[in-house]
T-cell receptor
Framework: SQQGEEDPQALSIQEGENATMNCSYK?????LQWYRQNSGRGLVHLIL?????REKHSGRLRVTLDTSKKSSSLLITASRAADTASYFC????????????FGSGTQLTVLP | EAGVAQSPRYKIIEKRQSVAFWCNPI?????LYWYQQILGQGPKLLIQ????????DSQLPKDRFSAERLKGVDSTLKIQPAKLEDSAVYLC????????????FGSGTQLSVL
C-alpha cells in the first residue's frame, strides 16, 4: 500500500509562479525524500529531509517536514517549463532495510 | 559515472506468455530494488537485494514473478505467466551506503500485456 499521498493530484501553473505540493504519510519515518519523474523516464532524486529537520533548501526547492502532522511540502519557486513532471514523495522507515515507500504523485504542468 | 541500465525499453506480450527484464546497477552499489509502477500511480516495491541476497520480497507475487541477482551485480526479473494486470513500467534502482539514502533509478521497461 502507498505510504504517502500527494496533494493535489494535478497542478497547472504559469511559468514564473511558485508550485506547492503536499505529502501526507501514516507511520513514523527516518527520512522523507522527493523525486521527480519526467514522462517515460525513471525517477530522479531531488532532496532528502530527515525526521529531526523541519526545513531544507536546495536551489529553487524548499521542503518542509512536520512530523507531528505526518506531512511534508515541496515548494518550487520561479517555476520553468522544464519543471513539468510528476513529483513523488517517498518515506523511509527506520531499520537496516532502507526501503522507500512512494506516494501516488503530483503531476505538475508549467505553462510557458 | 554510468547510470542504472535497463533493457528492454519496451516489451509487448500476450497474456500467459513469459517475459524477462534486465538491470545493471551503478558500479559498486550493493543494494538493488525492483519497483512496479502502474500508470498514474507511484512505484511499488517488488523486491530488494543486498549484494546477491534477498532482503525483502514480501510484495513479490511469487506464483508468477521471480528475480535473481547472481554475483551481486546484474539482476533479472521474470514474469511467467503474465496477466493483463501486469501491464506497468518496471523500474530498477540501486543505492550505495557511501552515497546515503537516495536511490538512483533506471529508465524502466514498459510492459504491455495484451
Amino acid at each position: 500500500s502507498q505510504q504517502g499521498e500527494e496533494d493535489p493530484q494535478a497542478l497547472s501553473i504559469q511559468e514564473g509562479e511558485n508550485a506547492t505540493m503536499n505529502c501526507s504519510y501514516k507511520t513514523s519515518i527516518n527520512n522523507l525524500q522527493w523525486y521527480r519523474q519526467n514522462s517515460g523516464r525513471g525517477l530522479v532524486h531531488l532532496i532528502l529531509i530527515r525526521s529531526n529537520e523541519r526545513e531544507k533548501h536546495s536551489g529553487r526547492l524548499r521542503v518542509t517536514l512536520d512530523t507531528s502532522k505526518k506531512s511534508s511540502s515541496l515548494l518550487i519557486t520561479a517555476s520553468r517549463a522544464a519543471d513539468t513532471a510528476s513529483y513523488f514523495c517517498a518515506t523511509a522507515r527506520g531499520g537496516s532495510a532502507r526501503q522507500l515507500t512512494f506516494g501516488s504523485g503530483t503531476q505538475l504542468t508549467v505553462l510557458p | 559515472e554510468a547510470g542504472v541500465a535497463q533493457s528492454p525499453r519496451y516489451k509487448i506480450i500476450e497474456k500467459r506468455q513469459s517475459v524477462a527484464f534486465w538491470c545493471n546497477p551503478i558500479s559498486g552499489h550493493a543494494t538493488l530494488y525492483w519497483y512496479q509502477q502502474i500508470l498514474g500511480q507511484g512505484p511499488k516495491l517488488l523486491i530488494q537485494f543486498q549484494n546477491n541476497g534477498v532482503v525483502d520480497d514480501s510484495q513479490l507475487p511469487k506464483d508468477r514473478f521471480s528475480a535473481e541477482r547472481l554475483k551481486g551485480v546484474d539482476s533479472t526479473l521474470k514474469i511467467q505467466p503474465a496477466k493483463l494486470e501486469d501491464s506497468a513500467v518496471y523500474l530498477c534502482a540501486s543505492r550505495s551506503d557511501r552515497e546515503g539514502e537516495k536511490l538512483f533509478f533506471g529508465s524502466g521497461t514498459q510492459l504491455s500485456v495484451l
